[in-house]
């Protein structure tokens, strides 16, 4: 119990020592010990290291999930999933999807309109399903690395750094005190404190060094995250890109198909001329109807397209061009080239010569 005591009334000392040295140096400008400018420069890194770490951490968080009241913890450190009575709580892709299935099986499948939506229902499905891969990834891979950073090595070398501080100020309080000594006892007495209290220092400032230089490790793990990020974005990107632009062309195949009959008609009501019954029987045709060993052929276009994707070629009504498949290459297109273009061409919109 005494030694409890003793340890109180030192601690208590001892703070008041520091906040009378504290305010000494704030109001009346009294010495205190510098670091050196490459302990300086250290400590300036782990503030920025801190601050913009943190502001990375909040907006990888807001871009996986935009609304607040969702984003909660669980969310992204337990595999993003929020389960309420064993329901996963739907993303907003996956929600459109919902709503779009219900609307087309309410308009039926024997409609354009009802078709089109359960087409795009599924394929707004699986791009929220892709949201939700990405968002495991990067929780995984990115956020939890990072706020183990934060919360583990960030928060040591603070609490280190507080230590240090309260050191440098037991310094310079005794360094004061000898500073003040009017005779050879209390001068002995005050060097006896200062040599101790630089042991401490020094002792403290070489911890807090070797926690602030182990701010480069952390750069370096935290560059490995900032890879798996943009590589697991890079994948969702692609997979969303190449889902849309078959949903596209789907799209345009069922439309140019069911609007065949359409085109029979022009917009005066006359009777059709040989080009628009050409070109809806070009839509309508079934695909796949060249043979397999096509060979190199000439063709002429019987109705524009215009690309889709990258590997697509533009064409136009009575253009010539050259055609000709590719080993393993989809039965419903071929390669064309013109003017010295090639791309891919769905095979309806031309006709051998």
Do not use: W
């Not at 009504?317 to 055609?323: E, S």
């Amino acid at each position: 119990m005494d030694f409890n005591f003793k340890k109180i009334a030192s601690d208590a000392g001892g703070f008041f020592s520091r906040a009378k040295q504290l305010t000494e140096e704030t109001f009346l400008k009294a010495e205190r010990t510098e670091l050196d400018s490459h302990f300086e420069n250290l400590l300036k890194r782990a503030d920025k290291t801190e601050d913009h770490t943190r502001r990375l951490l909040s907006s990888i968080e807001s871009y996986l999930q935009p609304n607040p009241t969702v984003r909660m913890e669980e969310v992204f450190y337990e595999k993003l999933e929020l389960k309420k009575d064993g329901v996963v709580r739907q993303n907003n892709l996956e929600q459109l999807s919902t709503a779009m299935t219900e609307a087309g099986e309410t308009f039926g499948e024997t409609t354009p309109y009802g078709t089109a939506l359960l087409k795009v229902a599924q394929t707004e499905s699986r791009l929220g399903q892709a949201e939700r891969e990405l968002c495991a990834q990067a929780a995984t891979n990115t956020l939890l690395p990072i706020r183990r950073f934060l919360e583990g090595d960030m928060k040591t070398i603070q609490k280190e750094r507080k230590v240090l501080n309260s050191k440098r100020l037991d310094l310079d309080a005794c360094k004061s005190r000898l500073k003040k000594a009017k005779n050879v006892d209390t001068q002995a007495v005050a060097e006896a404190d200062v040599r101790v209290a630089q042991a401490e220092f020094d002792k403290q400032s070489e911890i807090t060094k070797l926690l602030l230089e182990g701010i480069q490790t952390a750069h370096n793990n935290q560059l490995k995250c900032l890879r798996d990020f943009v590589e697991a974005q890079m994948s969702f990107y692609a997979q969303a890109h190449q889902l849309m632009a078959d949903l596209q062309r789907e799209l345009s195949g069922t439309m140019s198909f069911r609007g065949s009959s359409a085109i029979l008609v022009n917009n005066s009501g006359d009777p059709p001329n040989g080009r628009t019954m050409a070109a809806a029987i070009a839509a309508a045709k079934p695909s796949g109807l060249l043979p397999e060993d096509l060979g190199t052929k000439q063709a002429k276009v019987i109705m524009d397209y215009e690309a889709v994707l990258p590997s697509e070629i533009s064409v136009i009504q009575n253009d010539i061009l050259i055609v000709y498949r590719l080993p393993g290459m989809d039965a419903e297109y071929v390669m064309a080239e013109k003017g010295g273009k090639r791309g891919k061409l769905p095979v309806s919109y031309i006709e051998l010569l």
